[in-house]
């Protein structure tokens, strides 16, 4: 016998389902897009650079937020979280790891292309290596943070997914908050700027427009932006008195940086675009030079 559970508070059976449906579609979407980024860079060798190396980094991060929104989509269908407070715990833990680690692989891409552009320097297997080796340790240490006593995890305002805690905005919140997104929110996108309007001013004396210098850093700001404004909201006002439906739309929003930065990362570079195209039809492309060229 199936027991029915009761609709989580404030939300209606419609409500319900078009967010465990909206999560659905965003996990299967990113996760395809970003699995054949992956699959294609271990199977075509002309994608194994460097420079590459970082953009399957951000492809794996995404992977893991495709893996963190299907677990909340399953759960939302349920209309309850069936893993207890110990599997919160690990949710939110995952979530948060490979977020950071999204963000800030997105910024060593940035800081490859700079060097690519700007200097003329290509990067080698021992930095890019080094680089992806940092991110994700830091991403993990500041996700640990929480379950170490400094912020928190708990239920998201569906109650079938778990984050980061900004319902208390208690000091605890408010300092691993602030010290946490300058590392790794603020820093990123500071780096993710300077890099890029750099790269244009180079592409303007040049007259050769590569790719779209603004659309990295609007990727970012636009899906993670709602996010963070709601946090960062948290920290001085009782967020509690929005909404738990108005809540969730940031969450929803955020999830959907997969399956941009596939057609940011990958699909929009020219190099990976045609690995990928070789993967999926065997037929192989004219050798293209190896860069990050962003549509």
């Not at 650079?49 to 992977?63: E, H, Q």
């Not at 929104?69 to 939110?92: M, T, V």
């Not at 603020?186 to 659309?215: D, R």
């Not at 967020?239 to 997969?258: C, D, E, G, N």
Request: hydrophobic content about 45%; some cysteine; overall charge positive.
């Amino acid at each position: 016998m199936v027991t029915s559970y009761p609709l989580p508070e404030g939300f209606t059976e419609l409500e319900v389902f078009g967010i465990g449906t909206a999560l659905l579609v965003e996990a299967l979407l990113g996760f395809c897009l970003n699995g054949l980024t992956i699959i294609s860079f271990h199977k075509i060798k002309e994608l194994r650079t460097p420079s590459n190396f970082l953009v399957l980094s951000v492809a794996l991060a995404d992977c893991g937020i495709c893996i963190n929104a299907f677990i909340a989509a399953f759960s939302s269908f349920l209309r309850y979280w069936p893993y207890g407070s110990d599997g919160c715990q690990i949710h939110g833990f995952q979530g948060f790891v490979t977020a950071l680690a999204s963000i800030s692989s997105s910024a060593a891409v940035a800081w490859d292309r700079y060097h690519h552009y700007c200097t003329r320097s290509k990067i080698q297997w021992s930095t890019a290596i080094t680089m992806v080796i940092f991110v994700w340790v830091f991403s993990a240490f500041w996700s640990v943070m929480p379950l170490l006593g400094w912020g928190e995890y708990d239920y998201e305002p569906l109650r079938t997914c778990c984050t980061l805690d900004y319902t208390k905005g208690d000091r605890n919140f408010v300092t691993f908050l602030f010290v946490m997104a300058i590392f790794n929110f603020v820093i990123p996108i500071f780096i993710m700027l300077t890099a890029y309007q750099s790269i244009e001013q180079k592409f303007k004396k040049s007259g050769q427009f590569k790719f779209n210098t603004s659309l990295p850093v609007k990727t970012l700001v636009i899906c993670w932006g709602p996010y963070s404004l709601l946090c960062f909201y948290a920290a001085v006002e009782n967020v509690t008195f929005i909404s738990p439906k108005l809540r969730m739309i940031p969450a929803i929003i955020a999830k959907t940086v997969p399956t941009v930065n596939a057609f940011v990362y990958a699909l929009g570079n020219e190099n990976y675009r045609g690995g990928i195209w070789q993967f999926l039809t065997g037929q192989k492309i004219e050798k293209a030079e190896v860069d990050n060229k962003t549509k």
